[in-house]
């Protein structure tokens, strides 16, 4: 067990809908960091918080946002859902924002777009 | 632009034999950190090992033992004695400013 909490587990919605993941980092960490493994892209990076604040973007489409509370959870929204988006979304929390930092990763939310 | 390769997709071997996974790394930062993780059947991303760019002593943890050489831009693992639990997929990631580039993985089948 990781410390880092995700939820739900699994998410199955429609075309067109929102959905919401939720993630609680390990006590301490103030970075969370979100990630989307695809069977055709792999893992990928998609975007970075630090105590609240964005810091780092990756291969995020506009129609996903995220943000970080000021009790340091992390919310991602995911809007318009298509077929493609169907992946395994992971949550992933370190001490600060350094490279040095190592990430530790939820359980993730599996998403199902039908 | 920064790559991390993993070019064998699947190694099999019966359970006690030992297991090397291949990864080959591409940046241009001087400072880097490179990473292991391992992810189960059951799905989640478990930390197994990091080293930082500086530091190309290698290392034996257990079971495991990695393989850094800055020169060929090499960071290979090691799974001696293998058992049945090692069975997973198997990723190899850089590290820079947060951001992790993790490679397509390989899938390690252990039988017994």
């Known amino acids: 067990d990781s410390g880092v909490t995700q939820t739900p587990k699994h998410l199955i919605t429609a075309t067109g809908q929102r959905v919401t993941l939720r993630c609680s980092p390990r006590?301490?960490?103030?970075?969370v960091y979100w990630y989307q493994q695809s069977l055709d892209q792999g893992l990928q990076f998609l975007i970075q918080?630090?105590?609240?604040?964005?810091?780092a973007k990756g291969n995020i489409l506009e129609r996903f946002s995220a943000q970080q509370f000021p009790d340091l959870h992390s919310e991602l929204n995911l809007s318009s859902l298509e077929l493609g988006d169907s992946a395994l979304y992971f949550c992933?929390?370190?001490?600060?924002?350094?490279?040095?930092?190592?990430?530790?990763f939820g359980p993730g939310t599996r998403l199902t777009v039908l | 632009a920064q790559k991390v390769t993993q070019a064998q997709t699947e190694i099999s071997v019966v359970e006690k034999e030992d297991v090397t996974l291949d990864c080959v790394y591409e940046t241009r930062d001087t400072t880097y950190y490179l990473f292991w993780y391992k992810q189960p059947p059951s799905g989640e991303l478990v930390f197994l090992i990091r080293?930082?760019?500086?530091?190309?002593q290698n290392e034996i943890s257990g079971r495991y033992s990695w393989n850094f050489q800055k020169s060929t831009s090499s960071f290979n693992f090691t799974i001696t004695a293998s058992q049945v639990v090692d069975s997973a997929v198997y990723f190899c990631a850089l590290g820079s400013w947060g951001k992790l580039q993790f490679g397509a993985g390989t899938q390690v089948v252990v039988t017994p």
């Open positions: 006590s301490g960490d103030l970075s």
């Open positions: 080293r930082n760019s500086f530091d190309e």
């Open positions: 918080y630090y105590n609240g604040e964005e810091r």
């Open positions: 992933a929390s370190s001490v600060d924002q350094a490279r040095t930092d190592t990430q530790y």
